[in-house]
């Protein structure tokens, strides 16, 4: 096995929370966002009416421990849930499914519900005292019942709610091609993962569109609206948002230097420092900026799963680092103050046999698992951060 490092810098449309070009999908060569399978129905996987009454279920059984709230609705009118358990005075915020077809994460959130609402573990006891956990799972529920990335809102219909916004150019995140195979011309929507904005109080000016990837977004959809709401109903209670987690997938890569295939890639980093010249449009955000807290909270995961012994789970790299994506929730609330991690599992849902969704949803829970509890009893504030930079690069193609 030679040795061979892989671009990791380039391919950045080959990621996830980069926008997926057209030839994205037609060139891939392991991206697996493109395949034959991608007709079959999506099986074993919790849908909205399911994930509804299973929350329901869940606060029923906790005994008060958790609860379950309406936070907002989707631009079709479903529920966007909110869960919360604990009584600490450090927050941990969770969501899943921003990209409706990244659904392992949404699984992982109930499972962890679930054990905390339940469970009378001193460690569970231990977390329910010492963080308030706050999940939004299926946070983009149009997306997830459609099966695909974006929601399902035109740029006619935002026009219609900000009249100001008629006659500039649609944002640059709206689909009307067809895109991982779903044809948007019929029903388009937008990337909900590039409206953000680390001003939360931003309205959509005029001049802000059509924006970029490394411009801020505007809090159009009403999915991006109701997360940011309650960010900051939870900044307001707690003073601050301690952590706040995405939930995603990506394609399928390698370890680099390896033929070993990704389980899962992590990431802190998704805007330049503020009080560095790259981040200086951030600078007004430099005091609140906590890269090091990030990537101990990476460490956290990466730990923890390593320490599963030799299995897919072994199989972490860093995600693609040196982003510029103000636009996406853990850039604008990393931008807020809260440590920030991404979870990106391998491959597509629609292409997962039952086996593989168990194995990539431990994986998750582990993770997430990890930091909760590294929170709660303190043992993530000592890590070294440095030891994030040791976590493997991901390579597009196999280190032969
Ligand atoms: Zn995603």
């Known amino acids: 096995m030679k040795k061979k490092k892989m671009v990791s810098s380039v391919a950045a449309v080959l990621l996830c929370t980069s926008l997926v070009s057209p030839s994205f999908a037609a060139n891939s060569p392991n991206g697996n966002l493109n395949n034959e399978n991608s007709e079959l129905p999506v099986s074993g996987f919790t849908n909205h009416a399911e994930m509804t009454k299973k929350l329901k279920q869940i606060e029923k059984a906790s005994q008060g421990r958790v609860s379950v709230d309406v936070a907002g609705y989707s631009h079709n009118g479903l529920e966007i849930f909110q869960a919360r358990v604990g009584e600490g005075d450090r927050v941990v915020m969770i969501e899943s499914e921003i990209h409706g077809n990244e659904k392992t994460g949404t699984e992982a959130l109930l499972n962890i ?22 999940v939004l799972p299926k946070m983009n529920p149009d997306a997830s ?8 809102l035109t740029w006619g219909e935002v026009v219609e709610a900000y009249p100001s916004l008629s006659g500039v150019a649609p944002a640059w995140n709206y689909y009307t091609r067809t895109l991982q195979d779903v044809d948007y011309s019929k029903r388009p929507g937008f990337d909900v993962n590039r409206d953000f904005n680390p001003d939360l109080n931003y309205t959509p000016q005029p001049e802000d569109f059509p924006g970029t990837s490394s411009d801020p977004g505007w809090y159009i959809t009403p999915e991006s609206q109701t997360v940011r709401d309650v960010y900051k109903s939870l900044k307001e209670e707690f003073g601050k948002v301690e952590v706040f987690i995405d939930l995603h997938h990506q394609g399928q890569y390698y370890v680099e230097g390896t033929d070993d295939l990704v389980t899962m890639s992590l990431s802190g980093q998704f805007v330049p420092k503020p009080n560095s010249p790259e981040g200086s ?3 007004e955000y430099a005091d609140n900026y906590n890269y090091d807290f990030s990537r101990q909270l990476n460490v956290a995961a990466y730990n923890a799963l390593q320490s599963i012994g030799n299995s897919p789970f072994n199989n972490i790299t860093l995600y693609q680092q040196d982003l510029d994506l103000p636009g996406t929730a853990l850039g604008s609330f990393a931008l807020n103050g809260s440590g920030t991690v991404l979870f990106e599992v391998r491959g597509q849902t629609w292409t997962m046999g039952q086996k593989k969704k168990g194995q990539l949803v431990k994986a998750v829970e582990t993770g997430l698992n990890a930091i909760i509890s590294g929170v709660a009893n303190e043992s993530v504030y000592e890590l070294n951060p440095e030891e994030y930079e040791d976590i493997p690069a991901t390579s597009y193609s196999p280190g032969l």
């Open 113 to 134: 519900l679930q054990y905390l609402g339940s469970s009378n573990s001193p460690e569970a006891q231990k977390i329910r005292e010492e963080i308030t956990l706050v």
């Open 145 to 152: 019942e459609l099966n695909r990335r974006a929601n399902d």
């Open 281 to 283: 449009k951030y600078a």
